[in-house]
């Protein structure tokens, strides 16, 4: 149902913009956002879009990165933008989307294949 791209190797202050495409059936988007995970370290979220628009960011990027969906295109972005080194994670995507079950509508949530993301100093 995801798949991200985007992800690559940049030095500090640099940026980079990663793609989330969305693909299959569903009914609306209640949420989608990216997630990283840093080596040795916990799934941590860093910027959430809802379907009515509100954003929420990690305090660690914010100002920094901007997240924003193409609703023609099915595809969700992360803009990255002046880069550090504690930015190096892999980045995944995720949304939590209101499918059909049979004869009735209810949440399911997908997450993309992940991107890496190394920020050089």
């Known amino acids: 149902q995801l798949q991200a791209s985007g992800g690559g190797l940049v030095q500090a202050g640099g940026s980079l913009r990663l793609s989330c495409a969305l693909f299959g059936s569903r009914i609306s988007i209640n949420v989608m956002g990216w997630y990283r995970q840093a080596p040795g370290k916990q799934r941590e979220s860093v910027a959430t879009?809802?379907?009515?628009?509100?954003?929420v960011y990690a305090d660690s990027v914010k100002g920094r990165f901007a997240i924003s969906r193409d609703s023609a295109k099915n595809t969700m972005f992360l803009q990255m933008n002046s880069l550090k080194p504690e930015d190096t994670a892999v980045y995944y995507c995720?949304?939590?989307?209101?499918?059909?079950?049979?004869?009735?509508?209810?949440?399911?949530?997908?997450w993309g294949q992940g991107t890496l993301v190394t920020v050089s100093s």
């Open positions: 879009l809802t379907g009515g628009g509100d954003t």
């Open positions: 995720n949304a939590n989307l209101m499918v059909l079950y049979g004869d009735y509508v209810g949440p399911r949530d997908y």
